[in-house]
């Protein structure tokens, strides 16, 4: 059985939690709950792009905000 999460050929999702924090997702998995998509089904490239993009603080937002 393959990874899920490694699967070039597949479709994902990027997913954003409370704290701002970015986490690629396979499209044929439930999106976990305290979790909501930004970018939905598409190429795992894209979404890997995406996550680049706009995740460049990789600290939560609370400690983001505390400091």
């Known amino acids: 059985m393959s990874n899920p999460f490694e699967q070039s050929d597949s479709s994902y999702h990027v997913l954003v ?3 701002d924090q970015h986490s690629l997702w396979p499209a044929a ?3 976990p709950a305290g979790w909501r998509t ?3 089904d598409r190429p795992r490239e ?3 792009g995406y996550v ?6 990789l600290r939560p ?3 983001r905000a505390a400091g």
């Open 61 to 63: 937002r609370s400690l």
């Open 46 to 48: 894209e979404c890997l």
């Open 17 to 19: 939690n409370e704290e």
């Open 38 to 40: 930004v970018l939905a």
């Open 52 to 57: 680049e993009a706009h995740w460049s603080d």
């Open 29 to 31: 998995l439930a999106v």
